[in-house]
């Protein structure tokens, strides 16, 4: 059995966004026939983002615009896995928030509160709101005593403009000026990846993880026990690959290299 018919063999599928699927509004090549393919074979399959913005719904809409009819259950989001973590850290506890819609709502629904007087916690995400206000607020609430989680620790992420600053960029500030490290719930974090293989339904050696960062995706799945898929639609490229003291199992130019070529 070669490399790729391995990889179509895996029973379960968790596959990045960003740079995988899609770059902003434009799908990419090959993701039509890849998704079809899943169906097709019945396979199990959950596209698990680091993005903190949207909800599920607002996921499977962005995807429906696009053409691509994937159910709301096929959805993980870092805001999730953040609203989940806390919930289970520290119920009925309160927050300041940077971040975007998707954030607040996951959070909004497990109970945890909004305040901007004395929060328990700083939480950070992805949002176009960020301004230096927001750092002064944020640093001051942690060095009184709040606790510092941010959804996710990419530090770039692609877009139809190029590479743009993500969520760790926008807590470097914040961690900075406070002398505090904030907690990252996302891929990498195993907390992530094990949630997502319990929504799949399988094993860890019956899954792949398919992504376009070597930092998040690739040593999260690797970590995890997942065999690893990079594609070089997002951010890195094969050069970049050298950077790293480990290695994906597979290297494809897109997802649409998986499903087998009809005849």
């Given amino acids: 059995m070669n490399h790729l018919e391995e990889l179509r063999s895996k029973k379960g599928f968790i596959c990045d966004m960003d740079g995988v ?6 799908l990419l090549p090959g993701v039509t026939e890849f998704v079809d393919w899943l169906h097709r074979e019945n396979k199990s399959f959950l596209f698990l983002t680091n ?10 809409q962005k995807l429906g ?13 870092s805001a999730l896995a953040t609203a ?3 919930a289970n850290q520290s119920p009925g506890c309160t927050a300041y928030v940077i971040g975007a819609p998707g954030l607040v709502n996951a959070l909004y629904d497990v109970g945890i509160t909004m305040n901007d007087v004395d929060p328990d916690y700083v939480i950070a995400g992805e949002t176009t709101g960020y301004n230096y206000e927001t750092i002064i607020k944020a640093v ?4 009184r005593g709040a ?4 959804t996710n620790s990419d530090l770039t992420g692609p877009s139809e403009q190029g590479i743009i600053p993500a969520c760790r960029a926008l807590v470097a500030p914040i961690e900075l000026a406070t002398g505090k490290q904030a907690y990252y719930v996302g891929k990498p974090n195993p907390l992530m990846m094990r949630t997502g293989l319990r929504m799949l339904g399988v094993h860890s050696e019956e899954a792949a993880m398919i992504g376009d960062r070597m930092d998040t995706d ?5 970590e995890s026990g997942l065999d690893t898929v990079l594609v070089l639609s997002g951010c890195t490229s094969r050069s970049d690959v050298e950077n790293y003291a480990y290695r994906p199992r597979h290297i494809l130019s897109g997802v649409g290299d998986i499903p087998p070529a009809h005849v």
């Fill in 147 to 150: 606790r510092l989680i941010a």
């Fill in 21 to 26: 699927i899609y770059h902003g509004n434009r």
């Fill in 218 to 222: 690739i040593v999260a799945g690797m």
């Fill in 65 to 77: 615009r696009m053409g691509l009819d994937v159910d709301e259950s096929h959805f993980y989001t």
């Fill in 51 to 60: 993005s903190s913005e949207r909800s599920p719904r607002e996921l499977q």
């Fill in 140 to 143: 001051g609430y942690v060095q």
């Fill in 84 to 86: 989940a973590f806390l």
